[in-house]
């Protein structure tokens, strides 16, 4: 165990979330690669969304195609003049491509900080899960709510009529960070008409491979993320027959594809000094950097796996931050 993880101090009230999480999810992922969903579901909180405006955020939801339960959750900040200019956040949640959604609470509740704080509007994807819904469901899902943005679906009741979708951003965190750069990856072949990615933000973004990396084995006692339980969620995502250098796994593994031809955004990538995968992350930004993207990399050396679900920690504000500024540097490039 690493001094720093050692180290580590979190309040009480994070530590009871995070062994909550932990043992609700060690309890419902079954050794044969299932889910027990009875169980999470009973631990997993819900929140309505926001018809009335709640800390100068409202929230509703919008239904892209029943039949696959795909829809989404909008949110948009009251407190702005409407003639004033929003970018568009089109996220991606965390859970190893099985667990949770937009209406989960720790979701919920920072999409809301998301929009409050940047003052955009945030549109927060409800894709299909693993294991019941194998690779590349969740891929060709995210990509719908995007093309959804993009056509008719842009001018759906109740979207902000001062949203730029000339100034829109991909981003998730852990493996909604993983769908972000595939999201990136597909628009690489798709002209869109009205919508226009400018920015890709990937939180701590859920890659691996089948070869151990040194922080994988250094933080084996990390909070949350193990990588026991990442390679459950690895097997629970992939179809029979693939391993995690599978080429939406390893990203620059063996088996990935050449992007350097392939259009992209700017892109920040966020790292949590104390997340086993900061080493995958690392040498994402770097294979980023030499197919001649414009990657930017911010470190918190105390953050662990998703530190950023938590307002009680020090790095939240100053990821939020950051964050804010990346968006509006783009914004600025954009319209100059």
Same mark, same amino acid.
Not at 131 to 144: A, G, M, T
Not at 217 to 237: E, G, N, Q, S, V
Not at 260 to 288: C, H, M, N, T
């Given at each position: 165990?690493?001094?720093?993880?050692?180290?580590?101090?979190?309040?009480?009230?994070?530590?009871?979330?995070?062994?909550?999480?932990?043992?609700?999810?060690?309890?419902?992922?079954?050794?044969?690669?299932?889910?027990?969903?009875?169980?999470?579901?009973?631990?997993?909180?819900?929140?309505?969304?926001?018809?009335?405006?709640?800390?100068?955020?409202?929230? #509703?939801?919008?239904?892209?195609?029943?039949?696959?339960?795909?829809?989404?959750?909008?949110?948009?900040?009251?407190?702005?003049?409407?003639?004033?200019?929003?970018?568009?956040?089109?996220? #991606?949640?965390?859970?190893?491509?099985?667990?949770?959604?937009?209406?989960?609470?720790?979701?919920?509740?920072?999409?809301?900080?998301?929009?409050?704080?940047?003052?955009?509007?945030?549109?927060?994807?409800?894709?299909?899960?693993?294991?019941?819904?194998?690779?590349?469901?969740?891929?060709?899902?995210?990509?719908?709510?995007?093309?959804?943005?993009?056509?008719?679906?842009?001018?759906?009741?109740?979207?902000?009529?001062?949203?730029?979708?000339?100034?829109?951003?991909?981003?998730?965190?852990?493996?909604?960070?993983?769908?972000?750069?595939?999201?990136?990856?597909?628009?690489?072949?798709?002209?869109?008409?009205? $919508?226009?990615?400018?920015?890709?933000?990937?939180?701590?973004?859920?890659?691996?491979?089948?070869?151990?990396?040194?922080?994988?084995?250094?933080? $084996?006692?990390?909070?949350?993320?193990?990588?026991?339980?990442?390679?459950?969620?690895?097997?629970?995502?992939?179809?029979?027959?693939?391993?995690?250098?599978?080429?939406?796994?390893?990203?620059?593994?063996?088996?990935?594809?050449?992007?350097?031809?392939?259009?992209?955004?700017?892109?920040?990538?966020?790292?949590?000094?104390?997340?086993?995968?900061?080493?995958?992350?690392?040498?994402?930004?770097?294979?980023?950097?030499?197919?001649?993207?414009?990657?930017?990399?911010?470190?918190?050396?105390?953050?662990?796996?998703?530190?950023?679900?938590?307002?009680?920690?020090?790095?939240?504000?100053?990821?939020?931050?950051?964050?804010?500024?990346?968006?509006?540097?783009?914004?600025?490039?954009?319209?100059?």
């Amino acid at each position: 165990m690493s001094d720093a993880l050692s180290a580590l101090r979190l309040p009480w009230k994070v530590k009871i979330i995070l062994t909550s999480i932990t043992i609700g999810t060690d309890i419902c992922s079954r050794p044969d690669g299932s889910v027990n969903r009875f169980i999470f579901n009973l631990m997993d909180f819900k929140s309505s969304p926001l018809k009335k405006p709640k800390n100068g955020v409202k929230s #509703f939801d919008v239904t892209v195609d029943a039949s696959r339960n795909l829809w989404f959750r909008l949110y948009f900040p009251t407190s702005e003049s409407t003639s004033e200019s929003l970018p568009l956040i089109v996220y #991606f949640h965390g859970g190893g491509f099985v667990y949770m959604a937009p209406d989960s609470k720790l979701y919920d509740d920072f999409c809301q900080s998301l929009s409050r704080e940047i003052h955009a509007v945030v549109i927060s994807v409800n894709y299909r899960l693993a294991p019941e819904n194998k690779w590349p469901c969740q891929y060709e899902d995210s990509f719908d709510v995007l093309k959804f943005i993009d056509g008719d679906g842009s001018s759906f009741e109740g979207l902000a009529a001062n949203v730029d979708l000339k100034r829109c951003f991909v981003a998730g965190d852990s493996a909604g960070g993983n769908i972000a750069h595939h999201m990136i990856l597909k628009s690489g072949d798709h002209e869109f008409r009205k $919508l226009e990615i400018i920015g890709l933000i990937a939180i701590q973004p859920f890659f691996g491979g089948e070869e151990r990396t040194e922080s994988e084995i250094r933080l $084996l006692k990390a909070p949350l993320l193990t990588i026991d339980r990442a390679d459950w969620f690895w097997k629970a995502f992939l179809p029979e027959g693939f391993d995690r250098d599978h080429k939406s796994v390893n990203i620059f593994g063996p088996k990935s594809e050449d992007i350097s031809k392939v259009r992209f955004p700017a892109i920040k990538v966020f790292v949590g000094g104390l997340d086993p995968l900061i080493d995958r992350q690392k040498r994402y930004y770097e294979g980023l950097k030499k197919s001649g993207k414009e990657a930017y990399l911010t470190e918190y050396p105390n953050a662990f796996h998703t530190f950023y679900g938590f307002p009680e920690l020090p790095e939240w504000s100053k990821f939020i931050k950051d964050v804010a500024d990346f968006i509006a540097a783009e914004c600025k490039k954009q319209s100059s």
